[in-house]
Structures are given as C-alpha cells and as structure tokens.
C-alpha cells in the first residue's frame, strides 16, 4: 500500500495526533529543519492527519482524502507557487492566499496552505501573510515550512506552533533509501558520511556533487577556525569555476555558521542542524554570537551577489577578506 513516507520524527506526530484527537487544531504551524530532513513530506502528513476520513489523527492511506493528498489533489490542500527567484513568494501569491482564505473548503473540514520553503521570502511578504495569522478563518490551516525559524519575522514566530524535523537513525534512513531501490552499499556509504537525513543521502545517490561539497565545507570551517586569511583563500579557491557547487558550499556554510549562533546560545551538538555539528561547536569557542550572526549575514549577501551571476572568483576573493575583518 501507498503511504506517507514521513519516518520517525515522533514528537512532531504527537503533536498534532493530540490535536486532531483533541478537537483543538491550531490555525498555523512552522515546520522547520536542515534541507532533505522531510520538511515538505511532513506538511503533507500532517494535511493527512488533518483531513483523514478516519479523524483518528493517523493518516491511514487509504481513503479518499489520503489518496488526493499522496497525488497532491486533494482541492482543500493548496500549495503556494514559489516565485523561482531568490525572494521566494512574491507579495501578490501571499495576498491571492490571503483574499482565498475565507472561501469555505470545497471537501473536508479544513482548508489547508502550505507554503514551502519559505527562507529567503522578503519580510514585505511576510508581512502580508502575518494578517492571515493573525486572523485566520476558523477552517483555515496555515503550514509553513523553513530550514531556519530565524528567516521568519518575530511577529509570525510568535503567532505559529514550531514543530522541528530530525534526522532520522541510520537503521531507518538505510530502510527508507532501500525502499526508493538504490544499491545496499551504496546506501551503507550515503548514511556513513550524511547521517540519517534521507533527502541529502538521496541526492547524494542520484550522483550530485553532494559529498564533495560537504568535504570543501568542512575544509573552509577548519580554515576559518584557524583563522589564516591564506588557507581561507586556498579552501576557497577549490570552489572556483562551477557556480552550482559554490552555492551549494555557500549555503551549507551557512548552515555551519547558524549552528555556530546556536552553540554559543547553550545549545547541545545534538540539536544543531548542520553537516559539520563538531565544525560549529568549535567556532562557537572562538566566535561570539555577535561575529558569527554578522559572518552569516556576509555570506548570505555573497549568495545573492553570485546568484545576480557576479563574477565567481572576484566575489570568492572579496567574501574571505569579509570574514576575515570580522574575525
Ligand atoms: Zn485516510
């Protein structure tokens, strides 16, 4: 039987099986996590566990509302169209939402939003969609799902009930992979160098550049660790030539350097996110919250800059002379 791959993450289940079960559904919620933890296939369980027939808050698979939702048809479950550039969801996809909202649903008990992705969406955006949560209609379930709870304004982090997805054990990734039909040791590979996040094990074994990125991340970590501008410009200098894989890099440092903030705010190398926990632990000894939130903003500036198709080597150049003045 066809059926809602969202493995393990029970408290995030829990959560809102209490919910149905008590009758009281909350009107909107964040899901937030690394990138390939199941972000997305958690939104749509949870539009299950929502509007199953059953109503028991466990999406059985089987009846007509779970199925439209496994083939993302269900008329009640409406996903928002990203943009496709960096800003993500333009103010006028936000407002359609917004002016939609009160429309009674066409089928189940609740009508149900998701907005994906939402990192990099602008806080006008943002705005227009804090008017909606803050008054949703009572049938209105608002999902929003984001790598960082910090992408979002205060305003709606106060106002949504966060619920995290984790990585899920490596006995359970190896299963999950093995369901998609990639090879035993192949498998054995992804999960020994990823960890038990089955989307980046999954892109990892659909041949993209994956792996090495991880590597090049960790060598720049260690180099702004040691802090020496040389080895920086070095660690950096392997990226130049293919824009993807910078990006990639960029983006996964990004997530080191957020983990960083979170270290040094007391939290445990367990709960942080990123691919290179043991990298941010140990910036966190060397590096303020202040230094690193400021690191961050530099390279999120340098990912849009390269995005605008800068030129790679110059922006590579100016990012470490950046990082280094801060540090
Ligand atoms: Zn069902």
């Known amino acids: 039987m066809e059926n809602f791959s969202l493995y393990e993450n029970e408290i995030l289940k829990s959560t809102v099986r209490s919910m149905v079960v008590?009758?009281?559904?909350?009107?909107?919620?964040?899901?937030?996590?690394?990138?390939?933890?199941g972000k997305k296939t958690a939104a749509d369980y949870i539009s299950a566990m929502l509007l199953c027939e059953k109503g028991n808050g466990v999406p059985c698979g089987e009846c007509k509302s779970c199925r439209m939702i496994?083939?993302?048809t269900h008329p009640d479950v409406i996903y928002a169209a990203p943009s496709g550039k960096s800003g993500n969801y333009k103010i006028d996809t936000i407002r359609e939402i917004v002016e939609s909202a009160p429309v009674m649903p066409n089928e189940g008990r609740y009508k149900i939003y998701i907005i994906a992705d939402m990192d990099s969406t602008l806080v006008s955006a943002q705005n227009a969609l804090l008017k909606l949560i803050e008054e949703p209609?009572?049938?209105?379930?608002?999902?929003?799902?984001?790598?960082?709870?910090s992408s979002l304004i205060p305003t709606i982090i106060s106002r949504v009930v966060s619920l995290s997805v984790h990585e899920v054990s490596k006995v359970t990734c190896e299963a999950a992979l093995a369901n998609y039909?990639?090879?035993?040791?192949?498998?054995?590979?992804?999960?020994?160098?990823?960890?038990?996040?089955?989307g980046r094990c999954k892109s990892y074994l659909e041949g993209e550049d994956i792996v090495d990125a991880v590597t090049i991340t960790k060598s720049i970590t260690d180099a702004v660790i040691s802090g020496d501008e040389y080895l920086m410009l070095k660690e950096f200098s392997e990226?130049?030539?293919?824009?993807?894989?910078?990006l990639t890099v960029l983006k996964l440092l990004c997530e080191v350097i957020r983990d960083t903030v979170s270290a040094n705010a007391g939290c445990g190398e367990k709960n942080l996110i990123s691919t290179y926990k043991k990298g941010a632990v140990r910036l966190s000894e060397y590096m303020s919250k202040a230094k690193a939130r400021k690191i961050y903003f530099v390279i999120t500036k340098y990912i849009e800059r390269i995005n605008l198709n800068g030129n790679l080597n110059l922006a590579l150049n100016a990012l470490c002379s950046e990082i280094k003045e801060i540090l």
């Open 22 to 37: 008590k009758n009281r559904v909350v009107n909107s919620m964040l899901i937030y996590g690394e990138k390939g933890l």
């Open 70 to 72: 496994l083939h993302k």
């Open 137 to 149: 209609p009572d049938h209105c379930v608002i999902i929003l799902t984001a790598q960082s709870r």
């Open 181 to 198: 039909g990639y090879k035993a040791e192949n498998i054995k590979n992804s999960v020994e160098i990823l960890g038990g996040n089955i």
């Open 239 to 246: 990226l130049t030539g293919t824009k993807q894989m910078t």
